[in-house]
Structure formats: C-alpha cells, structure tokens
C-alpha cells in the first residue's frame, strides 16, 4: 500500500498548524478546521497568539518574543485557547521548528475537555429527558380529569342557568380549568411534528426578528452578524420559529425588566465543524447564537435552566426555554448557554447530516 503523506495529514484526530515567521498560520488540516471551528481559509493569516486565551500571558509573551529561525521547540500544557470571544477550550500544544523552504512553526495540538464535554453533554442531556419526561406524564395525569371537572361545571350551569349566584362559581370553574387546560398543552409540547422544508435558516430568523421588532418598537437594537453562505437546512418552520421566539423573548424580558442601558440583542449565524451533539460528531453544522448585554441568568437557576418549570419570572411559567431545547432536539441538535452579567449567549447548533436531510434519528 502507498501511502502519501498530504492525505494522512489530513487523516489525523490532531489538529495540525504550520505558521510562517510571524507566527501567522499558513497551513492547517482538517482536525484544526474542525477544532477552531473555522475553514482552512479563515484561518490563513491568523496569528497563533491570536487563537489563545489573552489570560495565558506568560505563553503569548514567549511566543511574541521568540526568534523563529532558532526556535528550540516546546510543550505547553492545560492552554486555554480563545478563537472567538464565545468560544473557550483546553488544549496540550506541542511547537517545533518547521524547516521547509521558509522556516516557521509546527504546532500540534490536542484537545484535553473533549472527553469531559461528551459526558457532561450526555449526563446532561439524559437528565433533562428525565426531567421532561416525569412533567409529561405528570400534565397527562391532569388533563384526563380536568376534562370531566369542566364537563361537570357546563352540567351545572346549565341546570343552574336561572341562578346568578351558582352561575358564578361555574364560571371561575370553567376558566380555570381551561387555564389549566392551556399549562398543560404548553407542558405537553406540540403533539404531532409538522413537515420539514429545506430552508435558509436566516429566512427563519428574518421572520422572528420582524416579529420581535414590531412588538418592542425600537426599544432595544437588535444586531446581525450572518454568515451568507451558509447551506440550507431541513427545519420545521413553525417549531423553529417558536424555538428562536421563545429565546429571543427571553433576551428581551430581562432586558426590558433590568432597564440595560443600551440593550442589545444579537444574532449571529456560523458554519460550525465537527460539533459534537449527543456524543455525535458532526462534520458539519448550522450555529446560531442569540447574544444579548442583559444582567444574565440568576446563577441559582443555571444548572437547570433547560428543566421545564424553571423560572426566576413572578408570571413566568419555565416553560419557553424547555420547549426551545425539545424543538432543537427533535432537528438533532442542542442548545447551550453561557452567561456572565452584560453578556449571556444561546448557541443552538444544528447539525447537517451527510444528505443534508437532518429530519431523521441519529
Ligand atoms: N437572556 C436571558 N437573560 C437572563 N435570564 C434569562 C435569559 N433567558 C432565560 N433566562 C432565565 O431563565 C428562566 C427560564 O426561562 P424560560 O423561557 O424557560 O421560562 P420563563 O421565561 O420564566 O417562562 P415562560 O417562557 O414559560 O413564559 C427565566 O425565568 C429567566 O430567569
Ligand atoms: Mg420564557
């Protein structure tokens, strides 16, 4: 067997970066693609010390200072490396010289969270379905009797019809039996799946922002960042558009609520490689982030944020976020969160399957 060198570089679970003098990347394969989450081409001319974490001072220092020509080759462990102000990951990375027609930097490097992220996602993800799954049960359990209770309360007031009084108490039992009626829909989600088309995921986003900027009238800006050339994606329109309602709302709730000055909403759109949602790799997947410069979430709250009846709000119901999240999961993808005060990001990623057809299971 022959083997060339190019494809076994390509081949490779490492992620593999060759600067020029300048630190400046000139080459990288397909695993840094997919661990920057950046093509080959963006990446081009990005400065290594660009793709590190400004908090590793010490190392970007070596590095700026560092003769290349004479380079002696070094390991640096536990890095923190920051592509992206929303993106953060843990890395050994090894250096050496590259003696090529030009001289640079060989730099190898290999993801530590990686195993730690698949079982946190898995853990955290059967405990949600655990979650969902004793509320849906539980909502089923209300509903059967709650229809005989608001069957009984019409009997009565039909036998009652000349009794103001009784009337009365009929009344408030049938409107809060269809209140109730309503929580229950709402924690039962929708109960048959609608066709999927194959859209562009901004004509979705388009429609939810028009939505949302009628509703709050120019009180809050609301920011683009889209990447144009993004493929299409097989979505349920309705669900989806619900999904992107409901955390959208979300921002501009807390927002409004926590009178933000300048609030901001953004949203940001990313082709993004080798995701890993529900210990499936991806080479491929459509990300969409909802930024907004909000107090954050309530930190006694973050770790079950997904969790159906899970509010910090008086007249909230812990409902939107837990349907986002079930809507998402039924396109094969995932929703995360991150949030600190002035900044909290919801990153929903969308896998593309190799058909390009994401409606079927995993
Ligand atoms: N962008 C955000 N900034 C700050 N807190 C947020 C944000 N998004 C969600 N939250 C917090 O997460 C909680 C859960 O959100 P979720 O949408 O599930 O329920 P809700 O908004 O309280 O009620 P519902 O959506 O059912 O009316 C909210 O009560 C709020 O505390
Ligand atoms: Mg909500």
Redesign the pocket.
Known sequence: MQCDAKTIIESISTALLVTDSQLKVAFANTAAEQLFSMSRSKLQGIKLTDLIDAREKNLIETLQHSNVPTFQGFTATDITFSPDPHVHFHADMYLSLYTGRARGLVVEIHRLDYQQKLNEDLQRRNQNLAARDLIRNLAHEIKNPLGGIRGAAQLLEMTYSTDSELKEYTKVIIEQADRLKALVDRLLGPQRANPRTMTNIHYVIEKVLSLESMATQGRLRFEKDYDPSLPEIMLDLDAMQQALI?IIS??I??LTESNTTYPTIKIRTRALMGALVGGVKYPMSIEVSII?N?????EE?KDM?FYPM????AE???????IAQNIVEHHNGTIECESTPGC?VFKLILPLTTNNNNAGSK
């Open positions: 409901n979300n921002a709730q807390a907004d909000g107090p954050g979430i309530p709250i944020l899970v509010t910090s709000r909230g119901h812990g409902l939107g976020l837990s909290t």
